[in-house]
């Protein structure tokens, strides 16, 4: 069965910064190209970035609102995902899923930035 | 970057009742387009990918069609367990964007 576990949510202070996680399992996570995906208070869903297998080179691509201050990796020996997230504003808000290409979706992770 | 505009924003219907949600990318997307069910609460799952190919355990009773840039989502015998958001998502460029959603409420 394929599963993706989210983890590393929390409150952080504007400004701050906080590594989410995402635990892959059930697929061959070499080849996969992953993504963010986020949904902030009552709003739709928002594409956050995408990380590309390193067999195609593991690229990386942000949306403009994260762009400069999110930084996605993989660590394939482990099977997981990472989100950097820096210089974090009120705006981040929200649950942060972790998707495959395939369509496949974890259970999210909240994250609040807040004074 | 690629717009994606859904409608309607919200709709009621029936237990039985069949119902259609529509997306329209502002420019060509080919099939690169999958469809969104996110229950109230619950993170969202993926109905159909490539436009219209039904992923693995989805009801036959969804179902998804297109024509040029617009793209349908037709829910048929409406069951209570449709009840949640519905959202398209274009992946032909990123940034890949979604539809602003579709509100299905089964009365």
């Known amino acids: 069965e394929v599963q993706l576990v989210e983890s590393g949510g929390g409150l952080v202070k504007p400004g701050g910064s906080l590594r989410l996680s995402c635990a892959t399992s059930?697929?061959?996570?070499?080849?996969?190209?992953m993504s963010w995906v986020r949904q902030a208070p009552g709003k739709g869903l928002e594409w956050v970035g995408r990380?590309?297998?390193?067999?195609?080179?593991?690229?990386?691509d942000y949306a403009a609102v994260v762009r400069g201050r999110f930084v996605l990796s993989r660590d394939d020996s482990k099977a997981t995902l990472d989100l950097q997230m820096n210089s974090l504003k009120t705006e981040d808000t929200g649950v942060y899923y972790c998707?495959?290409?395939?369509?496949?979706w974890g259970n999210g992770t909240s994250v609040i930035v807040s004074s | 970057d690629i717009q994606m505009t859904q409608s309607p924003s919200s709709l009621s219907a029936s237990i039985g009742d069949t119902v259609t949600i529509t997306c329209r990318a502002s420019q060509y997307i080919g099939i690169f387009l999958n469809w969104f069910q996110q229950r109230p609460g619950k993170a969202p799952h993926t109905l159909i990918h490539s436009a219209y190919i039904l992923q693995t355990g989805v009801p036959s009773r969804f179902s998804a069609s297109w024509s040029g840039t617009e793209y349908t989502l037709t829910i048929s015998s409406l069951q209570p367990e449709d009840s949640g958001t519905y959202y398209c998502r274009q992946s032909y460029d990123v940034p890949k964007t979604f539809g602003q959603g579709t509100r299905l409420e089964i009365k």
């Open positions: 059930g697929f061959t996570f070499t080849s996969a190209w």
């Open positions: 990380i590309t297998s390193n067999g195609d080179g593991g690229r990386t």
């Open positions: 998707t495959t290409d395939e369509g496949v």
